[in-house]
């Protein structure tokens, strides 16, 4: 993918699972529209809430905010929130900021639902 500052969103359902797949930049420009597309998968109840992020060339601290309170609001509503990251600087971004902790991060969607 290139880096271009586009942002774009895909969701799929699945029994008990919803996918929100993101591309581009998640920056405080595109950081509102994350957060209100997680917060409606959220308040739809799925059992697990997967965040591909497979696609997502760049995220900064505003995105890791947004991701933070989905994960605690998902938490708060008995439902658990996985992360698919393959790009090699969200990956360190995740390990440097102690997130791959608090997160289920998998390679894939598969992955993800079988975690």
Do not use: W, Y
């Amino acid at each position: 993918m290139t880096s271009d500052a586009q942002f774009e969103m895909t969701r799929t359902h699945q029994p008990g699972v919803s996918v929100l797949q993101a591309r581009g930049e998640i920056d405080v420009a595109s950081a509102p529209e994350f957060h209100a597309s997680l917060a409606q998968l959220i308040g739809e109840g799925p059992e697990i809430l997967i965040v591909d992020m497979s696609e997502v060339s760049f995220i900064d601290s505003t995105g890791l905010g947004v991701l933070v309170s989905a994960e605690k609001e998902s938490r708060g509503a008995g439902h658990e929130l996985r992360l698919v990251v393959t790009q090699p600087p969200i990956t360190r971004l995740l390990a440097l900021t102690g997130l791959d902790e608090v997160f289920t991060v998998v390679s894939s969607t598969q992955d993800a639902v079988n975690a």
